[in-house]
């Protein structure tokens, strides 16, 4: 008999990575894969446990996969990732619904777990931290067929004061250029046009096993390989950008003009309290720096607010580096206290109210930069990364854009036919917050 597996996967791209090295284990040793988890004999939930809300959201997801269990075929609920490394026991002990759990260093024994919970036996298979994978384990990719991400290193260690990241998935670990190059050069083959680049910190790749970065060395290799057209960096620590690495963002011509560069604040008080090593005058000096190398940059940044201690004259001064600044893309979140980590034992607690309020404030004013920027592409030619059609228009990303976390463009084509993976030249004629119209050039 062939078991049917359902996946579920909550986070980052990087656990998506995770999920698609186990199915493509599972898929390897002769279960069959479904997207309907009415239709799975098996349900696993690869979870995140990096703040409060994913927490909430993995037991959430949890516990909806468990009424397959009483009202469907499932006969086994595994629980993967982050929130299973963390909390394997409370798992174990307060949701009987749960078959079994899988750590974050246990991704290449899914198979082995799977078997055992059909068998009858609750495993709980949670080790050290952290998985590291080579280009020859089996991956099923769901990302469609012409972007796919490549985690380049596993693990962190920066010593971020708000961070559970280094106790959950460990110390950094750099794979070897051999393998990323390998592993890409086995996805061009297929149809991939789009790598996207993804560890905790980029741009720290190498340090630990070639004793120096190398991020920009690597970046040049993948330059060279046939069939890529886009190869796109996510998660850029400050501290990391090196001239080297600014000069390939430069020259190299495949590599996106897009960094992503998560800055946290801009409060010398509370960068020093998160454990962040540059400045706020330093961010300012990087900022402009790759403004003026880099043609055509598009910068995208996260802020935290209400870290604890933050006064309304600290996030006063991270509004006026947002003003200063305009980055092209921001996020904004509210600090969540870990369980942990040394943020969560300060004292100077910001109430919620107080966050929620200097959240949405930080929010409006992105919103309208972003506004802006957009209105500011009307009338000018872009190149559009296809992804599909709604009714009918068709719709993408831009160099400007990554996947899931940035706008779209949505154009008409015409008498065009296009389809996933197509390359589109596209004129923007109209401008929202975070997307934009157009038509076929």
Known sequence: MSYRIGMVSLGCAKNLVDTELMLGQLAAAGFAITPHPEEADVLIVNTCGFITPAKEESIDQILEMAQYKREGRCRVLLVTGCLAQRYSGELMDEMPEVDGVLGTGMINRVVDVVRRTLAGERVVAVGEPGFDYDADLPRIRTTGGHTAYVKIAEGCSNCCTYCAIPSIRGAYRSRTMESILQEAKDLALNGVKEVVLVAQDTTRYGLDIYGERKLASLLCSLNDLPGIRWIRVLYAHPDGFTDELIDVFSSCDKVCRYIDLPLQHASPVVLARMGRGRSAFKLRELVSKLRRSISGLTLRTTFMVGFPG?????????????????????????????????????????????????????????????????????????????????????????????????GRVYFAGGRASLGPGDFAVVKITRAREYDLMGELA
């Open 310 to 406: 933050e006064t309304e004259e600290d996030f006063r001064q991270l509004l006026d580096f947002m003003s200063e600044m305009r980055f092209e893309r921001a996020g904004v979140f509210k600090f969540c206290p870990e369980e942990g980590t040394p943020a969560a034992a300060m004292t100077d607690q910001v109430p919620e109210e107080v966050k929620e309020e200097r959240y949405h404030r930080a929010m409006a004013l992105q919103q309208q930069i972003s506004l802006e920027h957009n209105r500011s592409l009307v009338g000018s030619l872009v190149h559009v990364l296809v992804e599909g059609k709604k009714g009918t228009r068709y719709f993408g990303r831009t160099e400007a854009d990554a996947p899931e976390i940035d």
